[in-house]
């Protein structure tokens, strides 16, 4: 949070639930006119990433992208809109998505572990939530050491320091929970910037 207002910016922390706090989002974007991530103006520019995944690379089979509240995999899945295969990744400690496809809807679901910084708002939109029924092939849950061990090798081979959501997407592939076939390109979405000493222990390590 400090971090936040050390931009500048005015920072309101409300409420002690997902609940309160979206609830005042709402209250606060139809006031002000900003721009939230479940909104038409914000998914379609989310899904801009598609379109550079299928720039650099046009024969795509597969693409691995880690879950939050969903405009990213919902922008990117409507982009190839079925064209390639959209697997989803989720913290086991932050289903959202997964529940929300049992239940046929969004709905409130369990918010923690590891890489709850970033992929935990305990909710999916609203408008991203049918561009998922309707184009994302598969959502895989991985565990937070998985995600953890993750961020180690993404460091010692890549060096690349990645946060906990971001190493999400990769720590499926690590595991063995999603196994390419021999001749499958596979994408993985790199994402996020909550990187700290706390939950990245690869660097010191090393």
């Given amino acids: ?30 006031r002000t006119g900003a721009l939230a991530f479940d909104q038409l103006e914000t998914l379609p520019r989310q899904g ?11 024969q795509l089979d597969t693409l691995l992208v880690a879950v939050g ?16 295969q959209i ?11 997964t529940s929300a496809l049992e ?10 572990g590891i890489a709850a910084d970033s992929l935990a708002p305990r909710r999916v939109g609203e408008l991203m939530f049918p561009i998922a029924q309707a184009h994302v092939n598969r959502v895989v849950l991985v565990a937070d050491d998985a995600i953890q061990d993750t961020q180690q090798v993404l460091w010692k081979v890549l060096r690349l320091v990645s946060e906990p959501g971001g190493g999400a997407a990769f720590a499926v592939v690590l595991t063995g929970q999603y196994q390419p076939k021999p001749s499958e390109r596979v994408g993985v979405l790199m994402c996020g910037g909550n990187t700290t000493a706390v939950n990245f222990k690869g660097a010191a390590s090393a």
Wanted: aromatic share 8%; glycine share 16%.
């Fill in 1 to 30: 949070m400090d971090s936040i207002r050390g931009y500048g910016a005015n920072l309101v922390v409300t409420g002690e639930r997902y609940a309160n706090a979206l609830a005042a989002r709402e209250e606060w974007t139809a």
């Fill in 48 to 58: 801009t990433v598609g379109l550079e995944f299928e720039a650099q690379c046009p």
């Fill in 69 to 84: 509240g969903g405009g990213l995999i919902g922008g990117i899945s409507a982009w190839y809109a079925g064209r390639t």
């Fill in 87 to 97: 697997m989803g990744v989720e913290p086991a400690a932050a289903p959202m998505l």
């Fill in 103 to 112: 239940a046929g809807r969004p709905l409130d679901a369990e918010a923690g």
